[in-house]
């Protein structure tokens, strides 16, 4: 009952400020990348089954569904302490409490996704870039992984904060054929925009690059309390209205 009440309020919270784009809250998704006509093409790859405006995407014989960039923003409700060293790279110590998706059991569970492109028709792996941005006041963002490599050392691959804390320049690579998940970690809620750029080199046509705006709501998980406050308040201005 919560989970639902928490996304019914995500979705009266997003249309608010928006009336172009649906709110992916739930279920398995990847920023996919194809290739047609000649160029890369970015997009929201959900699973069926993933909640979107409240509602789970319909079986299309597992294949998921597809959206540009701009029709689709993932709404963050799910609170997480940063990892270590998030000074450099969030701007908040270490076990501060963040807003985070991406791994699996963190809804929405979103990753990268390349698997839409086949290796063979590409020389070497595809470029990831953050190259630009837009936060709400306070607000920073960093992708990240933890114990990637066995070790307890975060692996830092986006920030908004500090490019220089990340591995490559606010970059990574994901071979074709494959897909990731990360920690997409945030600091505050709002509204955040990321540009990124995906790009490399086909065996036929040479070096390829696209980009796209990802839009992303967070919106803290309400108490109990507040829902049921919510409600009571809710209801008293339906009678109101009547009322009148």
């Known amino acids: 009952m919560k989970i639902h009440l ?5 979705v009266t919270f997003f249309v608010t400020g928006s009336l172009h784009a649906q709110l992916y809250t739930a279920g398995h998704g990847d920023l996919g990348v194809v290739y047609e006509g000649g160029e890369l093409a970015p997009h929201w790859h959900l699973g069926d089954g993933a909640i979107v405006d409240g509602n789970p995407l319909p079986n299309n014989g597992g294949n998921g569904h597809e959206y540009d960039p701009g029709d689709m923003v993932a709404g963050i409700a799910t609170a997480a302490n940063s990892a270590s060293s998030s000074t450099n790279y969030l701007g908040v110590a270490t076990g501060t409490p963040i807003f985070v998706t991406g791994p699996v059991g963190v809804q929405p569970n979103l990753g990268f996704g390349a698997e839409e492109l086949n290796p063979d028709d590409w020389n070497g792996n595809i470029t990831i870039t953050l190259t630009g941005w837009t936060l709400p006041s ?10 990637g490599s066995g070790t307890t050392t975060t692996d ?8 220089g804390a990340t591995i490559a320049s606010n970059s990574f690579t994901i071979p074709p054929g494959f897909h990731e998940h990360f920690t997409f970690g945030f ?11 995906w790009s490399g080199t086909h065996f036929t046509d040479g070096a390829k ?6 839009g992303f709501q967070v919106v803290p998980e309400p108490s109990v309390s507040a ?11 339906n009678r109101s209205r009547k009322r009148a």
């Open 209 to 214: 690059s696209q980009s796209g705006i990802i």
């Open 138 to 147: 306070g607000g920073q963002f960093a992708l990240y992984d933890t114990n």
């Open 227 to 237: 829902l049921v406050g919510l409600g009571i308040l809710t209801l008293l201005q």
């Open 6 to 10: 928490v996304q019914a309020l995500l």
């Open 156 to 163: 830092v691959f986006f920030s908004t904060l500090n490019p």
């Open 187 to 197: 600091t505050a809620p709002g509204s955040y925009q990321l540009n990124l750029t």
